[in-house]
């Protein structure tokens, strides 16, 4: 491809004209047939006289062809009376006999010359229709790049060729617009493209529209819902019965009206998405949601289940989604379904954004049916993802994310929304944007990750409300009060609720649902059980009335939470079996249900169900990888701690008013030996084989009274009517409740094992560059270690192992941040930390050696010397030699020679 005087030289159509004498280019304006001529012309050197066919006779035309020496006749405007077989007869003439080497280019805005013109030229007539004369990627690249010189990246290319489908007229116009801005409002315009690319070529599509009449504009205002006019869905949607006529006259009047390989009629998209905006009908309260339901019943009454299932669920249409849902599922494979869903809502704009029926199709549908998509929504992403198609790839992403989110897999879901989010940013989609942070937002509310929660909600806010995106605005602000309540804040959070019910009710967006469940927890969090009750029943109503499995599952499993709280126990359990009952595929709802279901059963003292159920929990989060409730076996409701132990360092009890002392040395050992098993329990004939060998027959019976007089040695320090039960027992294993109790080395542990690295052992290596963002979480878990574990018990033999642990766990926080702080160039904190280590563990020398390594590569000799001799000071005799011949070693590498 040559690029020359600023003209496009399209060699893929100039080699197709070299081939032929007679050439139809047929295409509306914009089509940029008269460039081609032009360039063409230039390109090969040759000379063009132009004739304007119009009402010219056979002889009109016989007489101008003898005159005119030209290499290419350029025709315009040929009348279809002339195309007769005299008219043929005399062009071949011309072309024989005058100039064997002539062409003759047509060049009109309908294939009418073609047609009449084929059957008598055979194959030596060409024809260059708009899919032929639309610009391809390639050509795209070199036209806003090497012509234009607008150095655009890829995905922005990529996006103006698909939503244009290479349209020449639209890249006219977008050069137009940008290549004389501001390099700050070129920025602001290629980043948001998805509404700045329609909104520069919409005079153009306003001129296209200016050439249908007033009848024929009516029709396809009123029908721009359809992304195919089949004749028998519009009749009945329409209540006409000669559409299929109008689509016929529309099909020879103009090239947006097209059909596709599959033979259906369409309306070109940017043509239907204008005829959309201009159609004051959708304006108006209530006719788009009348719309929507008048298509769905026809697609339905003509057997095209899918289109009417989207129609309906872009409603929520109570009455037919669960009637169209059974068809849906009967009919269709979950991959054959997918794909039409895809190919259908991805044309369609603007009232069906994917953004809105992805969470509606993925609840509306059958759990077993939606989990099905992910396998096909994964290929679809590879397939569009390798065709640079970065819109579509981003929509797919945020379904399947949207899916993993409503199945319970939090992991896989923020990886799938942050791998869209990428892919939007390269192409500016706001509207869908706002969506995918919101709902990256719950997934880290989910994860118990509050404040990045917010950070991402609010993101989702800002964005909503700039672009008046009524639907993100509902479900963000509905995230929101979602996050307050988890911070404890309920009287804050309410008005965000109240706002989204406001912004509901006057936009028709039918998410009352979720607005309902939080509406119930935020009164629940304000003690207003009755409350609670009232905004469940209301969630459950609603869910009742459109017999969907998700929302009847999230709207029993509130009802049972409010019931519960509210003490009537015998309700909450019969809500709490209705949940379950649609809630298997649906994780995150499940484990909730069951966690609710354990209060139950500890509150009527069954223990066997309890336990059973505790199972059942932390098998479904270990499964899904619940970060709220991987060491412990309670998850909701909240917890209400009562008892706080510090046992790195000085071993206390603190109440919320109280400190307590256990005074009797069995029972004060059998918490210990508890702390030391927090994370398993027990085992009861274990307990008593360790600590109570000692009492022979009596020793069950000792373990009883110690373990009585331990339970009410820790209630007596806690300031409440309804005490809880700080030791629980599931069988025959014995645990501390950790709804009632928190100890400092569960938090250590917690928030460590988060940073997947062994605390256990010691390592020769230096740590891994650390984020900021761990590190301030290390720092937080060091503050705990005010001592050793339980120091005030030296010679109690089962605390011996536990202790090393948690020193060499403390040494591995230490080495660590020592390491983060060397890599940031701090080194005070870096000699402080290390320093620590060695007062803590002087016998651990390869630690030591890691110090002088790095003290040495910032010179620090004096140091690195001292670090030695202590080194050697603790370090026993029969093990100086190897120790003083490692570090030698150390000292050797940076150079220094040291003499033993």
Same mark, same amino acid.
């Given at each position: 491809?040559?690029?020359?005087?600023?003209?496009?030289?399209?060699?893929?159509?100039?080699?197709?004209?070299?081939?032929?004498?007679?050439?139809?280019?047929?295409?509306?304006?914009?089509?940029?047939?008269?460039?081609?001529?032009?360039?063409?012309?230039?390109?090969?050197?040759?000379t063009?006289?132009?004739?304007?066919?119009?009402?010219?006779?056979?002889?009109?035309?016989?007489?101008?062809?003898?005159?005119?020496?030209?290499?290419?006749?350029?025709?315009?405007?040929?009348? =279809?009376?002339?195309?007769?077989?005299?008219?043929?007869?005399?062009?071949?003439?011309?072309?024989?006999?005058?100039?064997? +080497?002539?062409?003759?280019?047509?060049?009109?805005?309908? &294939?009418?010359?073609?047609?009449?013109?084929?059957?008598?030229?055979?194959?030596?007539?060409?024809?260059?229709?708009?899919?032929?004369?639309?610009?391809?990627?390639e /050509?795209?690249?070199?036209?806003?790049?090497?012509?234009?010189?607008?150095?655009?990246?890829?995905?922005?290319?990529?996006?103006?060729y698909?939503?244009?489908?290479?349209?020449?007229?639209?890249?006219?116009?977008?050069?137009?617009h940008i290549?004389?801005?501001?390099?700050?409002?070129?920025?602001?315009?290629?980043?948001?493209?998805?509404?700045?690319?329609?909104?520069?070529?919409?005079?153009?599509?306003?001129?296209?529209?200016?050439?249908?009449d007033?009848? *024929?504009?009516?029709?396809?205002?009123?029908?721009?819902?359809?992304?195919?006019?089949?004749?028998?869905?519009?009749?009945?949607?329409?209540?006409?019965?000669?559409?299929?006529?109008?689509?016929?006259?529309?099909?020879?009047?103009?090239?947006?009206?097209?059909?596709?390989?599959?033979?259906?009629?369409k309306? +070109?998209?940017?043509?239907?998405?204008?005829?959309?905006?201009?159609?004051?009908?959708?304006?108006?309260?209530? /006719?788009?949601?009348?719309?929507?339901?008048?298509?769905?019943?026809?697609?339905?009454?003509?057997y095209?289940?899918?289109?009417?299932?989207?129609?309906?669920?872009?409603?929520?249409?109570?009455?037919?989604?669960?009637?169209?849902?059974?068809?849906?599922?009967?009919?269709?494979?979950?991959?054959?379904?997918?794909?039409?869903?895809?190919?259908?809502? $991805?044309?369609?704009?603007?009232?069906?954004?994917?953004?809105?029926?992805?969470?509606?199709?993925?609840?509306?549908?059958?759990?077993?049916?939606?989990?099905?998509?992910?396998?096909?929504?994964?290929?679809?992403?590879?397939?569009?993802?390798?065709?640079?198609?970065?819109?579509?790839?981003?929509?797919?992403?945020?379904?399947?994310?949207?899916?993993?989110?409503?199945?319970?897999?939090?992991?896989?879901?923020?990886?799938?929304?942050?791998?869209?989010? $990428?892919?939007?940013?390269?192409?500016?989609?706001?509207?869908?944007?706002?969506?995918i942070?919101?709902?990256?937002?719950?997934?880290?509310?989910?994860?118990?990750?509050n404040?990045?929660?917010?950070?991402?909600a &609010?993101?989702?806010?800002?964005?909503?409300?700039?672009?008046?995106?009524?639907?993100?605005?509902?479900?963000?602000?509905?995230?929101?009060?979602?996050?307050?309540?988890?911070?404890?804040?309920?009287?804050?959070a309410?008005?965000?609720?109240?706002?989204?019910?406001?912004?509901?009710?006057?936009?028709g967006?039918?998410?009352?649902?979720?607005?309902?469940?939080?509406?119930?927890?935020c009164?629940?969090?304000?003690?207003?059980?009755?409350?609670?009750?009232?905004?469940?029943?209301?969630?459950?109503?609603?869910?009742?009335?459109?017999?969907? *499995?998700?929302?009847?599952?999230?709207?029993?499993?509130?009802?049972?939470?409010?019931?519960?709280?509210?003490?009537?126990?015998?309700?909450?359990?019969?809500?709490?079996?209705?949940?379950?009952?649609?809630?298997?595929?649906?994780?995150?709802?499940?484990?909730?249900?069951?966690?609710?279901?354990?209060?139950?059963?500890?509150?009527?003292?069954?223990?066997?169900?309890?336990?059973r159920?505790?199972?059942?929990?932390?098998?479904?989060?270990?499964?899904?990888?619940?970060a709220?409730?991987?060491?412990?076996v309670?998850?909701m409701?909240?917890?209400?701690?009562?008892?706080?132990?510090?046992?790195?360092?000085?071993?206390?009890?603190?109440?919320?008013?109280?400190?307590?002392?256990?005074?009797?040395?069995?029972?004060?050992?059998?918490?210990?030996?508890?702390?030391?098993?927090?994370?398993?329990?027990?085992?009861r004939?274990?307990?008593?084989?360790?600590?109570?060998?000692?009492?022979?027959?009596?020793?069950?019976?000792?373990?009883?009274?110690?373990?009585?007089?331990?339970?009410?040695?820790?209630?007596?320090?806690?300031?409440? *009517?309804?005490?809880?039960?700080?030791?629980?027992?599931?069988?025959?294993?014995?645990?501390?409740?950790?709804?009632?109790?928190?100890?400092?080395? &569960?938090?250590?542990?917690?928030?460590?094992? $988060?940073?997947?690295?062994?605390?256990?052992?010691?390592?020769? /290596?230096?740590?891994?560059?650390?984020? =900021?963002?761990?590190?301030?979480?290390?720092?937080?878990?060091?503050?705990?270690?005010?001592?050793?574990?339980?120091?005030?018990?030296?010679?109690?033999?089962?605390?011996?192992?536990?202790?090393?642990?948690?020193?060499?766990?403390?040494?591995?926080?230490?080495?660590?941040?020592?390491?983060?702080?060397?890599? &940031?160039r701090?080194?005070?904190?870096?000699?402080?930390?290390?320093?620590?280590?060695?007062?803590?563990?002087?016998?651990?020398?390869?630690?030591?050696l890691?110090?002088?390594?790095q003290l040495?590569?910032?010179?620090?000799?004096?140091?690195?010397?001292?670090?030695?001799?202590?080194?050697?000071?603790n370090?026993?005799?029969?093990?100086?030699?190897?120790?003083?011949?490692?570090?030698l070693?150390?000292?050797?590498?940076?150079?220094?020679?040291?003499?033993?």
């Amino acid at each position: 491809m040559i690029v020359q005087k600023d003209l496009m030289h399209r060699d893929r159509l100039f080699d197709a004209l070299d081939k032929y004498t007679f050439i139809c280019l047929a295409a509306d304006k914009g089509f940029g047939k008269t460039s081609l001529v032009e360039t063409y012309l230039e390109s090969r050197n040759l000379t063009g006289k132009y004739l304007n066919m119009q009402n010219k006779s056979d002889l009109d035309i016989a007489s101008v062809l003898q005159s005119a020496d030209a290499d290419i006749i350029i025709a315009e405007n040929a009348d =279809e009376n002339i195309l007769n077989h005299d008219f043929s007869l005399t062009l071949k003439e011309h072309a024989v006999l005058a100039r064997k +080497n002539v062409k003759f280019i047509f060049v009109n805005e309908n &294939q009418s010359v073609y047609g009449k013109l084929s059957g008598e030229f055979h194959t030596d007539i060409l024809l260059l229709d708009p899919d032929a004369l639309a610009f391809t990627e390639e /050509e795209s690249e070199v036209y806003f790049n090497e012509i234009h010189k607008l150095s655009l990246e890829d995905s922005q290319i990529n996006y103006i060729y698909r939503k244009t489908s290479g349209w020449p007229l639209a890249y006219k116009l977008f050069c137009e617009h940008i290549q004389f801005k501001s390099a700050f409002s070129r920025d602001e315009i290629l980043k948001s493209l998805v509404t700045h690319l329609h909104e520069i070529i919409a005079p153009a599509l306003d001129k296209i529209i200016e050439t249908f009449d007033e009848s *024929e504009r009516e029709f396809l205002s009123r029908t721009v819902l359809m992304c195919d006019l089949i004749p028998a869905v519009v009749d009945d949607y329409l209540d006409i019965e000669n559409s299929e006529e109008q689509i016929e006259t529309l099909l020879g009047k103009s090239v947006f009206i097209y059909k596709d390989v599959s033979g259906y009629v369409k309306c +070109n998209q940017l043509l239907r998405r204008r005829l959309y905006e201009q159609y004051p009908a959708f304006a108006q309260a209530g /006719e788009l949601f009348n719309a929507h339901r008048k298509l769905s019943l026809a697609y339905e009454k003509n057997y095209y289940y899918a289109e009417s299932y989207i129609h309906a669920s872009a409603i929520w249409d109570a009455d037919r989604l669960p009637a169209i849902t059974l068809a849906l599922r009967d009919r269709y494979s979950p991959e054959d379904l997918l794909r039409r869903f895809v190919t259908y809502i $991805s044309e369609l704009y603007p009232s069906l954004l994917i953004s809105t029926l992805a969470g509606s199709i993925s609840r509306n549908l059958p759990a077993r049916v939606v989990k099905d998509f992910l396998g096909p929504l994964r290929s679809m992403i590879n397939e569009h993802r390798e065709k640079k198609n970065f819109l579509l790839t981003a929509q797919l992403q945020y379904w399947s994310g949207l899916i993993e989110l409503i199945l319970g897999d939090l992991s896989a879901a923020i990886t799938l929304l942050q791998n869209a989010l $990428s892919n939007i940013s390269l192409i500016g989609a706001t509207t869908l944007e706002s969506c995918i942070l919101s709902y990256i937002a719950t997934c880290y509310r989910s994860l118990n990750r509050n404040d990045k929660a917010m950070e991402y909600a &609010q993101r989702a806010l800002f964005i909503a409300e700039r672009e008046k995106f009524t639907y993100a605005q509902i479900i963000t602000l509905d995230e929101i009060a979602c996050c307050l309540l988890r911070r404890g804040d309920p009287f804050e959070a309410e008005p965000y609720i109240i706002q989204a019910l406001s912004l509901t009710s006057s936009s028709g967006h039918n998410t009352h649902l979720f607005l309902f469940i939080t509406y119930s927890s935020c009164k629940l969090a304000e003690g207003d059980v009755e409350g609670a009750l009232e905004w469940a029943s209301k969630a459950f109503e609603y869910a009742e009335s459109r017999s969907l *499995e998700y929302d009847l599952g999230y709207s029993y499993y509130t009802l049972a939470k409010a019931h519960l709280y509210g003490g009537d126990y015998e309700s909450a359990g019969r809500e709490l079996a209705n949940c379950l009952e649609y809630s298997d595929y649906y994780a995150h709802i499940k484990a909730a249900a069951v966690a609710l279901q354990i209060k139950i059963f500890d509150h009527y003292g069954d223990t066997i169900s309890s336990s059973r159920k505790k199972s059942e929990l932390e098998d479904i989060c270990r499964y899904h990888k619940f970060a709220w409730d991987q060491n412990r076996v309670i998850a909701m409701p909240a917890k209400n701690i009562e008892l706080d132990i510090s046992t790195l360092g000085e071993f206390t009890i603190n109440g919320k008013n109280a400190t307590t002392v256990i005074r009797r040395t069995s029972s004060l050992e059998l918490l210990q030996y508890l702390i030391c098993n927090y994370v398993r329990g027990a085992n009861r004939d274990t307990i008593v084989d360790t600590l109570f060998e000692e009492y022979n027959e009596k020793r069950l019976n000792s373990f009883n009274v110690s373990l009585s007089t331990l339970r009410k040695a820790l209630a007596s320090c806690v300031d409440s *009517e309804e005490k809880q039960s700080h030791i629980i027992r599931f069988r025959d294993v014995y645990k501390i409740n950790f709804d009632a109790v928190t100890i400092d080395i &569960q938090t250590v542990a917690n928030i460590c094992s $988060s940073e997947e690295f062994s605390l256990l052992k010691r390592s020769n /290596e230096v740590s891994p560059i650390l984020t =900021e963002t761990i590190a301030d979480k290390l720092f937080e878990a060091s503050k705990l270690f005010r001592g050793d574990f339980m120091e005030d018990f030296p010679y109690v033999s089962f605390l011996d192992g536990p202790r090393e642990k948690y020193r060499l766990m403390q040494v591995n926080i230490f080495k660590k941040l020592a390491d983060f702080h060397f890599n &940031q160039r701090n080194y005070y904190d870096f000699t402080n930390y290390y320093d620590k280590i060695i007062e803590i563990a002087p016998y651990l020398d390869d630690i030591c050696l890691d110090y002088i390594s790095q003290l040495l590569s910032i010179n620090a000799y004096s140091k690195a010397k001292d670090v030695y001799a202590e080194l050697l000071n603790n370090t026993e005799e029969d093990l100086k030699s190897t120790v003083s011949n490692k570090t030698l070693e150390v000292f050797h590498k940076h150079g220094i020679i040291l003499r033993q």
